[in-house]
């Protein structure tokens, strides 16, 4: 017989934390925190088998699931003397959604199911508190006929509002028994009246009920979003855990509350967390009260000044309960994030889990860790997710600039950002698609936000703490956030945000600092940030590490400074073709393209020349001698032209052609799929002149700084879209006789090899007979996805979406190389390069070099280099070292 | 030592006919026919190994040359007992190219070469005919300044013009003595004036002129066109044949002529050559005067209706001729074109190659030599160029239109054509260039006019003979000729051609008769061909040799049933898309792309429903049981829409559609690359109801057929630009979901198979895992070709010409398909199926299906069938035989 359920409690579990895929987070965690002794309440878990069952049956159980889950139930209900729908000390459970990665608040809960007609009067009489009982009820109703039975929650709320409306009454607290227990009949007629039936009474029908909901909610859609966001695959599916409900809101000496271990935005060892007297926990992440911070230390940051602290209300039981994150953190071995509830001042774990934490916080706590002699410097490294780096590197708010503070926040989530007021996560995600900056300004969000949370470049809210739904998915984004600003006030039908007396209007610019909780008036320039030391110590242990080396596209002078300030370890793509928009310099280019023959091109290209020479001084005078690798011109000529309804007054002057001609050359210049066009060496094949311009201007900047500044440059050149060894043979010799040109004159010649882009499928099948010719490839794996997909990068926004969602693609194979096909061809080159010339030196410079997936692979395939944007190289040598560690642990 | 230079003459020869690539076709052939006991006057070849060092080596000769040479000419001197210089008797020779392929009147030869101021007395004295001295030495003086020192030949002309102006003569003929010295001083006075320098008297700087001359003539412009469009590689080289000059201008016992051993129009055995009294070799192939026949039989083809046959005038020797004839065609096993000189009575063979020939010719000559016992069927398959097929598969002039005949000429190479006249060969390349048809009219071609005669439908010349220039090109290239219209005058001023007394300008349309001569007033309808029954014994002998299966990609039914006609044994494509192009299909396919949502797509799709399942009724009842493959949707569905300065009022009323949206929605469909885009199987997956709509007309399709005819149909449903396995799962979970559904209601179900394209680098090599869901493979070599290379099919005109002259590639790979690259893939492709699932049936649909080079290698590669146009079926059949003949003789 299958097992499908796995019970856990009273200091036992069938399960423990390794079984996370057949359990989810939740459920393994659940069972290891019984096998550690602590005081959870007992429940079980149905396996995330259930769930593919489910989907691949038509939402049918397996056959023996009904009765393992009534063993499990009997079993609970014989040691906690606890009856589910008994009428004396009746049992009630939480039934919880737990996949095997953490998808917080994106799938459906039901608490405190088991209550009805009757079990709320036993509830009453066992809690001698009849209100609590009551408004658990009301919950109850509200939570599951949403969630289960399709009624909408406003519906609910509406006559919440209206029963403290008609009693002269503000807050839930100051609610009576009475209105309870009169809410409580008003809910179960609005049941009655939408779904035409009786609200359930019989708990195990209510139990089914919200199973479903839970394996259902797998697939809502804002799961699905949050899975694609966070590469989340579809097949893995969520387990649901049945668990005895315990009370935090069963008077003054209840409460419920969250913490992490260490402090998830900074790093710094201190408990972070909060707690509300008297509530249940969905109280605290929903955000609707603000919730007390556990520690006296936490008071400074909250914005309430009074000290309710749980430290100084709670004294003993925080006590305690700190020595259960540390019997927790010496367990796990990393920062936890734990729920939690007192039930009349006895302290029940309900949740621990690795905590989420900020890139500043998670390089913080990974060297204390190291310090602290918990773990070594590679799980250090390993512990550390490369691709969040880049959020500390970019400028912060420069502090000289004068700021018009409008209110404070909480410093929910780190970082600063400036854009337009928006107040709609559609809106937010339709500018941030025309390349507007935007910043979401919420009373409170919720996981129908999420597409316009990610669109956006901060997040402002009006009520919730640092624990809250905003603060925690923004940390999770790299987006930063203010949350609980409690000053501001959205006017939704005006679209107006008021800030005390200040009236702002959508798409009036703000600024918001999340490390700070600042909410600033208009753009505020930024500054470079200060790199901590921590993150200087993951850095060298990186290098001490990683194998692989790791270089930088850039061409500007200030992108070049960037990475060497980062520490490229040379230029892997000196894109020239950048060099040419300047508008001093396109006019030039564009006289080139309009000549009629090669001598008035050659008269354009030597008015060129001077500008590209200057250009490569100054980046060779950054770069030193560090290696340097120019691409020779590689786009289409059409893209330097102007566009017919331009004013193109001054260019029809200085060609001396007309108007007419203008438009036929642009006609004559356009092509079908320039992405397969002329372009690349092909433009070096038939207009010769243009690469010997550019190989005459690198030589020269090379001779001229050994001369200025004694400084040995290291090029290499290199010529893009090579499908033949022939092609490349044709370009070198032309290089040569540059190169010897040169040395006529001179007597000095910088160092320079010759190599090629590998970028097309043929020249990757050809790598041997092209390697005879070339000192170097680099895998151009933009175009060479572009070409073995057959997708036009430009063009694949149509289906590529669809494509993940339906599990065609596991990722956009732009962002994360794909190792199946264009890796196959990456691999063959390889393979047959190095067997005709061991030295070759080869490496990667698509986008690709910036992502750790990508870099791992590279790393497997014994690539020399990777080469990417100046603001990735920080991620790609913790990659890299990331990836030497995994190869060194097979 | 190396050898460079090898001797031929008087029985005995240093090489022989299997040395092509050292000695040339031409030397080659002097040494076998040497050893062949012919008459031929003796000589010596210079290597194509020196052409080689010639050129690497900055056109400096190899060392040993200039002894090894001298050797030789010592040696002729020496049996010859004329001696070049001589003052006796001096020795004249000709300097002449002569690579492996022929390459007729491409490059530069000399004649006469070795006279001077003394030589020519000596032969006038020798010959006893001053004025034929005196005529050679003004011809040599032409020839040689024009070749060897760049005066040109029209200077001379001029002179000459002149000469017989003054003199009131007519003819070349007339010209006495006198006339010829005096003209020999005005040459050598020419000569000085352009270049500065006296016209060389030494015999062996001429010969050394001569032979440079030669080796550089194999890189002019008219060579390099003729091997581009011959497909004669750049590095063969040409060899350069040194041979003793013999006469056919001294007197009326001399003659010159050219012969074919069979008729190379029609094949039939009977000799068909020309010949001129007292002239040399150039008069007969340049076409300056008119020609007679050899044979009396010839008689009625030519214009001129006096009996001046060699057969009449010269009995004795024209049976020396037949019976060296018959040596030459029993020794070389096939059809000869010979030329011969008589000199004095005793007859010189100058050359002999396998001849020229039509492909009707072709045919009938190798269906014959196997009938004669000379060669076997095998054999017989070989000789044929497949390629060639093509011209006898297409409309004749239709007989029973009424024509106005214009004139007539010589049948010079058959076939009909109508076009626009032009009279200038650029101006016909570029008219073609728009797609327009030409005829180009000339008063006589020369090699310069070759991509003219490429460009043109058919070519008409006012002089030469049925092996002038025009004549001979026209056969080798395939176009209809009708040449020596001696009544036709091109008025190149007034750009009108006169016939009679009926004037035409330029682009009024006529229409020529290559078969029959005759030149008609417009355009004239044509009818399908008869084919012979030689053609029908060689298709039959294919059939029985070839393995590879011969499919069509047809969708048309008039298409499906010429491909039928021709033997297809199946369609290998049927591109659906051509289905909706018909202007009543085109307004439901633009509803169904504008629609908004699902239901209206639905709702447009289901009025196409019915046109797709009588298309594919048609054609399936053409095709009975033979295999379909009709492939899916696959172009960018904006290539649908119309532009948006068409008059869109229809479509705007049907879709409910505004102007503007409509504008937004073609914006919106817009691509960069389309080839690369929302396309193929993508279409499929975001939008499957429109694969579902062709998937149920197909099967009703099938379905109906059964019911109504009883017809049992083959078909397979393919699915283009796949690159994953899950793609082509889900596409054909959805197929199998419409088969169901008809299931339901129907028992039977036509057979069908599900299979796709694989025309992406990516599927090729995963084509294991897609090998598992698919029952065959279809390569489209098309679009494999373009991701492969990274080259758009639309746009490669501005470079791949520079690429094939560079030699980067060795022919446009969308016409041969890459071995190297894309072959390599398809190989890939076939190991990796074929090792999953041994049963896949394999297969090729691009263009290359019915390229003869591409069908070889998929044959090689062991495919299953290759699928071809209509018209390109025997083509590809008789290629696949010698493909299979090819395989078996390693």
Redesign the interface.
């Given at each position: 017989m299958n097992k499908w359920v796995y019970n856990f409690g009273f200091g036992k579990a069938d399960g423990n934390a390794e079984m996370r895929d057949v359990l989810g987070g939740k459920g393994a965690n659940l069972a290891e925190m019984n096998k550690l002794g602590l005081s959870v309440p007992p429940g079980f878990t149905i396996s995330t088998e259930v769930c593919h069952y489910y989907y691949k049956n038509n939402k049918e159980y397996p056959k023996e699931l009904l009765m393992q889950v009534n063993e499990s139930i009997n079993e609970i209900e014989e040691k906690l003397k606890f009856k589910l729908g008994g009428n004396d000390f009746p049992l009630l459970v939480s039934v919880r959604s737990g996949s095997r990665a953490s998808m917080p608040g994106m799938m459906d809960t039901v608490l405190n199911l088991g209550l009805n007609d009757n079990t709320v009067q036993a509830l009453a009489k066992a809690s001698k508190d009849e209100r609590f009982a009551y408004d658990s009820y009301r919950r109850f109703i509200q939570m599951y006929s949403d969630i289960v039975l399709g009624v909408p929650h406003e519906d609910f709320e509406e006559l919440l509002e209206a029963e403290k409306l008609s009693n002269g009454l503000i807050l839930d607290t100051e609610l009576k028994t009475e209105n309870m227990k009169s809410l409580v009949g008003k809910y179960k007629e609005l049941v009655r009246t939408i779904t035409k039936e009786e609200f359930p009474q019989d708990p195990i029908l209510q139990l089914w009920g919200a199973i479903s909901a839970v394996f259902d909610s797998w697939r809502n859609q804002r799961a699905i979003t949050y899975r694609k966001l966070n590469d989340i695959p579809e097949d893995w599916g969520t387990a649901v855990n049945v668990q005895a409900m315990v009370f935090g809101n069963m008077g003054n000496d209840c409460c419920t509350g969250v913490a992490f271990t260490r402090n998830p935005s900074t790093g710094d060892q201190e408990i972070y967390g909060e707690y509300l007297i008297n509530a249940q926990g969905e109280d605290v992440v929903a955000g609707i009260r603000t919730p007390e911070p556990l520690s006296k230390n936490s008071i400074n940051n909250s914005t309430n000044k009074q000290d309710n602290s749980m430290e100084s209300k709670m004294p003993i039981l925080y006590k305690e309960l700190i020595n259960v994150f540390k019997k927790l953190e010496s367990h796990y071995l990393d920062m936890q994030d734990v729920e939690f509830t007192i039930q009349k001042n006895k302290l029940w774990i309900l949740q621990t889990r690795n905590g989420k934490r900020t890139t500043n916080a998670a390089i913080k706590i990974a060297v204390d860790l190291v310090n602290e002699g918990v773990i070594s410097k590679e799980e250090a490294l390993i512990r550390v997710d490369a691709n969040t780096l880049e959020q500390l590197l970019h400028p912060t708010l420069d502090p000289m600039e004068e700021k018009t503070i409008l209110t404070k926040g909480l410093p929910a989530s780190p970082g600063a950002a400036s854009g337009k007021i928006v107040f709609n996560p559609d809106e937010a995600e339709a500018l941030s698609k025309s390349d507007e900056q935007v910043i979401l300004v919420r009373t409170e969000t919720s996981p129908e936000d999420i597409h316009g949370m990610h669109a956006a470049k901060g997040i402002l809210t009006g009520r919730g703490g640092m624990t809250s739904h905003a603060a925690v998915v923004a940390r999770g984004m790299g987006r930063p956030c203010v949350s609980g600003a409690s000053e501001i006030f959205i006017d939704e039908i005006n679209k107006t945000l008021k800030i005390k007396d200040k009236i702002l209007s959508a798409h009036d610019i703000i600024t918001i600092n999340g490390s700070t909780g600042e909410v600033i008036l208009g753009k505020i320039s930024t500054v470079d940030p200060e790199l901590s030391e921590y993150f200087n110590i993951i850095m060298g242990w990186s290098n001490e590490v990683k194998t692989l080396s790791i270089r930088t596209n850039a061409e500007t002078p200030e992108d070049v400074k960037i990475a060497k300030r980062f520490g490229a370890e040379g230029i892997g793509l000196c894109r020239t073709e950048h060099m040419f928009f300047d508008s001093e310099r396109i006019k030039f280019m564009r006289e080139m393209i309009l000549a009629n023959n090669e001598t008035e091109r050659k008269k354009a290209l030597a008015k060129l020349e001077p500008y590209q020479k200057e250009d490569f001084k100054e980046i060779f005078t950054i770069m030193e001698d560090l290696p340097v690798t120019v691409r020779l011109l590689d786009p289409p000529l059409h893209e330097f032209l102007p566009k017919l309804e331009d004013d193109n007054s001054e260019l029809l002057e200085t060609t001396g052609i007309t108007q007419k001609e203008l438009k036929n050359r642009l006609e004559q210049l356009q092509?079908?799929?320039?992405?397969?066009?002329?372009r690349g060496s092909?433009l070096g094949?038939?207009f010769p002149e243009i690469y010997e311009m550019q190989t005459k201007a690198i030589l020269e900047a090379g001779l001229e700084l050994h001369k200025e500044k004694n400084i040995k440059v290291n090029i290499e050149i290199m010529l893009p879209?090579i499908?033949?060894s022939?092609?490349l043979k044709?370009l070198k010799d032309n290089i040569s006789r540059v190169s010897e040109g040169l040395l006529e004159k001179e007597t000095y010649l910088p160092n320079f090899i010759v190599g090629t882009m590998i970028?097309?499928?043929?020249a990757a099948?050809?790598a041997d007979e092209i390697a005879k010719e070339a000192d170097f490839f680099s895998f151009g794996t933009n175009?060479l996805t572009?070409?073995?997909?057959?997708?036009?990068r430009?063009?694949a926004g149509?289906?590529l979406e669809?494509?993940i969602e339906?599990?065609?693609?596991e990722n956009d194979p732009f962002v994360s190389l794909?190792y199946?096909?264009?890796g196959?061809?990456i691999d063959i080159a390889k393979k047959k390069s190095r067997n005709i010339k061991k030295s070759i030196k080869l490496g990667i410079c698509g986008e690709h070099g910036g992502d750790p997936k990508s870099i791992n692979f590279c790393n497997k395939l014994g690539l020399d280099y990777v080469s990417c944007s100046p603001y990735r190289i920080p991620i790609a040598k913790l990659a890299a070292a990331q990836a030497t560690l995994k190869s060194n642990s097979k």
């Open positions: 092509e079908l799929n320039p992405m397969l066009g002329h092909r094949i038939t879209l499908f033949s022939k092609e044709i970028e097309l499928p043929r099948l050809l175009d572009q070409t073995a997909f057959g997708i036009s430009d063009d149509r289906f669809t494509y339906k599990s065609i693609l794909d199946k096909g264009v196959e061809l």
